[in-house]
Nanobody, 127 residues
Framework: VQLVESGGGLVRGGGSLRLSCAASGRTFTIYVMGWFRQAPGKEREFVAA????????DYADSVKGRFTISQNNANNTLFLQMNALKTEDTAVYYC?????????????????????WGQGTQVTVSS
């Protein structure tokens, strides 16, 4: 499975961006897809995840109500709509995919549970 992110960029605080992640290869093996981010000097952290079959979602508290994860299974694309962006949202955003059949999607918050990763896309929010 290959994952390719796009849509990052520079935006002023309060603005919006929409990230996309195109999946290719053996996508039928993927059960959950998600977004993680890593700011300079910090560890990679969970942002959001979606169950590809049930559509159930999970969000980090820091983005809940501002970010929305969605998917288009017809063309194997994952999205992250980011609204009301803050300077603390500045990070490299990574798309991830897991083959694990989680009993609870919250289990996908662990980056170690994801088998495939994109190369990342930079999001910079200015004040």
């Amino acid at each position: 499975v290959q994952l390719v992110e796009s849509g990052g960029g520079l935006v002023r605080g309060g603005g919006s961006l929409r990230l996309s992640c195109a999946a290719s290869g053996r996508t039928f093996t993927i059960y959950v897809m998600g977004w993680f981010r890593q700011a300079p000097g910090k560890e990679r952290e969970f942002v959001a995840a979606i169950n590809r079959f049930s559509g159930s979602t999970d969000y980090a508290d820091s983005v809940k109500g501002r970010f929305t994860i969605s998917q288009n299974n017809a063309n194997n694309t994952l999205f992250l709509q980011m609204n009301a962006l803050k300077t603390e949202d500045t990070a490299v955003y990574y798309c991830a995919a897991s083959r694990t059949h989680f009993n609870n999607i919250v289990g996908s918050r662990n980056s170690g549970e994801h088998d495939y990763w994109g190369q990342g896309t930079q999001v910079t929010v200015s004040s």
